[in-house]
């Protein structure tokens, strides 16, 4: 029986049945640290699902259109606080891109193709359902080549439908959920800003934050736009994709070279246009992201030393409750290393409750967000082992104090204690 006391797989499972003795004696005690780690491992899970989420979304968006296709508009991909003139963003006052511009493009020998594309929102109305604020894309006819996703019913606008800026929409599944309650959708009739326009296909985007699309898409010729709903194309912006094995550098060059021609820019002006790569973007979204994990950290940090602080609480309260009982364990021969080991166990083993608790929450909030926004939350398994690994890690570091402590006792001291 001695040597089992010194076996090291029965001091863990000692020191765990008695974290669970002293979480059922001092439950208000134990809950608060239990919920100071819970808080710091739901932040961790919730928001690491959901930059994962948001990171596949994005990589799969800027994959569609092919790792060589560049982006061509009037704003720079970058973030700028601008003054009430504009003097600090003189991009406002550049003129806008056109179509013909774009069909210039079209025509350059590097280039596959160009989709033009310009966003607005617009209400939606069928029979006596009415949708308002939804998201209207105006696309040229190739877009779908740019922008990826799957049509699942019906078909893409024509040229001629182009041309002819045609009343035809396409709709994505949130639209035809809730016009239809899952019915057929392709061949009705619906009103656009009080216009009848004809739904020609259904429209499976991928998933992305930053697109909008489960607040409901449309999607319409860029001319339809422009004609019909009156969408201004200032803000209209263009997608190049060069043709298969060309360089994207040369194709950029060819394409800036075009477009200034165009724009009538002369030798020494400045382009009053920006053209981004995809790898631009990324920059970009990594400073967003940059400050989910920046406030990720913080609020980790302050449910960790809640937790650390509740840890200290409780342990130096049980190493006095149970002085005598240190003391009998001593007298009958346990080490100050066999008493250190314990009370570490014990604080350990309150963390890791709080984690398993933070993660069981923070699982169920994740697959709310994938329900019900267009992020496709997942928390990645290393996420799920560092919160483990850190709860237990808090539990060792705030639980050292009160564990040297208890070690250190004098067994005649604590035999005598009351």
């Known amino acids: 029986m001695a040597r089992n006391r010194l076996n090291p797989l029965y001091q863990l499972a000692e020191g765990v049945v008695i974290a669970f003795d002293a979480i059922r004696t001092n439950k208000v005690r134990a809950g608060l640290t239990i919920l100071g780690i819970a808080v710091g491992v739901f932040v961790v899970t919730v928001m690491s699902a959901a930059v994962h989420g948001i990171n596949a979304g994005v990589s799969r968006s800027l ?14 991909a970058e973030f700028q606080a601008c003054d009430g003139g504009g003097e600090s963003c003189p991009w406002l006052r550049f003129r806008p891109l056109t179509l013909d511009q774009g069909r210039e493009i079209s025509q350059l020998p590097m280039v596959q193709g160009v989709s033009a594309d310009i966003q607005s929102q617009t209400s939606v109305k069928y029979a006596d359902r009415e949708l308002p604020g939804v998201q209207l894309i105006g696309y040229s006819t190739n877009w779908f080549d740019m922008a990826g996703g799957d049509i699942t019913a019906g078909r893409n606008f024509t040229e001629s439908e182009y041309d002819g800026a045609a009343p035809v929409v396409l709709i994505n599944d949130k639209v035809a959920e809730r016009l239809f309650n899952g019915g057929e959708a392709v061949g009705k009739e619906l009103r656009l800003n009080g216009q009848q326009f004809t739904v020609i296909g259904v429209y499976n985007p991928i998933a992305n934050i930053f697109e909008g699309s489960d607040k409901g898409r449309l999607i319409v010729p860029i001319t339809t736009a422009q004609r019909r709903l009156n969408v201004s194309l200032y803000w209209m912006q263009l997608t190049v994709k060069p043709r298969e094995g060309v360089d994207r550098d040369l194709a950029m060059d060819e ?3 075009t477009l200034r021609a165009a724009r009538h820019l002369r030798p020494g002006q400045s382009n009053d246009f920006f053209a981004t790569t995809p790898e631009k973007l990324l920059a970009l979204y990594n400073k967003i992201v940059g400050v989910f994990f920046l406030v990720m950290i913080t609020l980790s940090a302050v449910g960790l030393l809640v ?20 003391g009998v364990r001593k007298a009958l021969g346990a080490t100050r290393s066999a008493i250190l080991w314990q009370f570490l166990v014990e604080a350990a083993t309150l963390t890791l409750v709080g984690a398993l608790v933070g993660l069981i929450v923070g699982g169920a909030i994740t697959l709310l967000i994938r329900s019900v926004t267009p992020i496709d939350a997942s928390t990645p398994p290393v996420a799920i082992v560092a919160a483990l690994v850190c709860s237990a890690l808090a539990g060792v570091v705030f639980g050292m104090l009160p564990a040297v402590r208890a070690s250190r006792l004098d067994p005649v001291e604590a035999l005598r204690y009351e």
């Open 307 to 326: 937790g650390g602080v509740g840890v200290v609480a409780i342990m130096m309260i049980s190493v006095t409750e149970r002085t005598r009982e240190i």
């Open 63 to 76: 994959a569609a259109a092919g790792p060589t296709t560049f982006f061509i508009s009037r704003w720079p």
């Open 255 to 257: 394409t800036i070279a």
